[in-house]
């Protein structure tokens, strides 16, 4: 049977958001609608992360859970990095899956499902020399604030993360394609696009730099404001950084993860950056664009990591000050160099050290959240909150901001921040800037 409709389930980064958005444009493309929520699919798609232990296992049990109390399940893909790394090994762990797609390979999943339709299991985890964008149908449909892909995969090789191996080498789009789909996320109601890559800064198609892509973009009228995501420490250029003090459009917001504040830790992660390199990079950014929020990415118990190395690491925290942060408990993934290191930390130690180094951060965000009360800013809006006449929108800080307004999703309002919490702020609607 042909399904008719499609849900997509997807986990881990943004990029696996971006890529089941794609999913869905072409099921779409395909005379496929998306189920309502709380019904069932005909077809789900499980688009899985592989970076930590976890997220794996919660990818096969909700292949489990797909069971229907009658004993039949919907058609199940498996795709993102689970498919990439498992591939038909996938096939034989959970026999409900019917067929496995990787990230890059993606857009032949339409084919693949009417492969499964003449009784095959298809697995596709090739990474292909053409690009899955140029088979792509364009940008239709899109949010307020949007994400677009412009750089994928890795070549940097960490020692503890699986992405070169998922996602393969790195590559990026042209910057002609780029700009092709953002003026068709603006056409489709984007105000605000994320430019997305695993290493984003690292972006460069031969011709322009990170920098005169974002000046280029900045162009497009009705485009109101730039993101990007995930940056890497060694890829921060000068030209860059000068960018955040030449271009309105780009939001004063960096995500840089720094992984450790110990630099043999560092050494041993192999991240090609020390303490000192990365905070001379903060303190160019902050003297370029002193309201800078800064996020970064932490990884507490790296096999070897000492009490006096975590320590290091909370120092880390404070000499930044981050405005928000992601820390995660190492998890040992198979096939990279850090599984087979001595010195596996116990969890144990892990677990505590997680809970000390996320009451710092918090105690950060909330100070930073605290000295933006009292600001006039701008938000764009992005949904209905949970009470009526309550929307929620975005500061330039990328702090959610709950208020009451008559404004629309979409909308940039002129706000006052009047409360902070840890997660979020609170704000007095002014007036509308710009609808
Ligand atoms: N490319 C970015 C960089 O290098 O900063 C990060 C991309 S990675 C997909 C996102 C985050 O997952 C990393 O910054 C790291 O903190 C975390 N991560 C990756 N591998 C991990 C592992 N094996 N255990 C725990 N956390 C991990
Ligand atoms: Fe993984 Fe390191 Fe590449 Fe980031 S830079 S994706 S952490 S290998």
Redesign the pocket.
């Given at each position: 049977m042909t399904p008719k409709t499609f849900k997509i389930k997807s986990f881990g980064?943004q990029m696996n958001v971006y890529d089941g958005e794609r999913m869905a444009e072409l099921l779409s493309e395909q005379g496929m609608s998306a189920a309502a929520d709380g019904t069932d699919a005909d077809l789900v798609v499980l688009n899985t992360c592989h970076?930590?232990e976890k997220a794996a296992e919660k990818a096969y049990s909700d292949v489990g859970r797909l069971r229907r109390e009658d004993g039949s399940k919907p058609l199940i893909a498996l795709a993102g990095c689970v498919a990439q790394a498992e591939g038909a090994e996938a096939m034989r762990r959970s026999p409900m899956i019917d067929l496995v797609v990787g990230p890059q390979a993606y857009h032949r999943l339409p084919d693949m499902v009417a492969q499964v339709g003449r009784g095959a299991r298809p697995v596709d985890i090739d990474m292909p020399a053409i690009s899955k964008f140029d088979a792509m149908p364009s940008r239709r449909r899109a949010g307020p604030s949007a994400f677009l892909t412009i750089q994928e995969g890795?070549d940097?090789f960490?020692t503890?993360?699986?992405?070169p191996y998922t996602r393969g080498a790195e590559i990026s789009r042209p910057q002609g394609d780029i700009v092709t789909e953002a003026h068709a996320l603006v056409d489709a109601g984007a105000r605000e696009i994320t430019l997305l890559g695993?290493?984003v800064n690292a972006w460069d198609d031969g011709e322009t730099n990170f920098a005169d892509l974002i000046r280029t973009l900045a162009k497009i009228d009705g485009l109101e404001r730039i993101r990007y995501t995930?940056s890497?420490p060694v890829n921060m250029s000068d030209a860059l950084i000068a960018a955040h003090g030449e271009i309105d459009k780009l939001m004063p917001y960096l995500h840089l993860?720094v992984?450790s504040g110990s630099n043999r830790v560092l050494k041993a992660m192999n991240r090609s950056h020390t303490v000192e390199s990365y905070l001379r990079t903060i303190e160019k950014m902050r003297a370029t664009r002193s309201d800078i929020a800064l996020s970064g990415?932490?990884?507490v118990g790296f096999p070897g990591e000492s009490d006096a190395e975590f320590e290091d690491t909370l120092n880390i925290v404070d000499a930044v000050g981050y405005a928000s942060a992601?820390s995660?408990?190492?998890?040992?993934?198979p096939g990279?160099p850090a599984a087979t290191m001595e010195d596996q930390i116990a969890r144990e130690i892990m677990d505590e050290r997680l809970q000390r180094l996320q009451e710092r951060i918090t105690a950060h965000s909330m100070a930073f959240n605290r000295s933006k009360v009292g600001v006039d800013t701008q938000i764009l809006i992005e949904r209905k909150g949970r009470y009526a006449g309550q929307m929620i929108g975005k500061s330039p800080w990328l702090q959610s901001v709950h208020l009451d307004t008559d404004a629309q999703a979409g909308d940039i309002i002129d706000v006052t921040l009047v409360a902070a919490g840890p997660n979020s702020m609170t704000g007095a609607a002014r007036e509308l800037v710009a609808a």
């Open positions: 980064c970076i930590r890795c940097k960490c503890y993360c699986v992405v695993q290493n995930t890497h993860p992984q990415d932490f990884i992601y995660f408990k190492y998890s040992a993934r990279t």
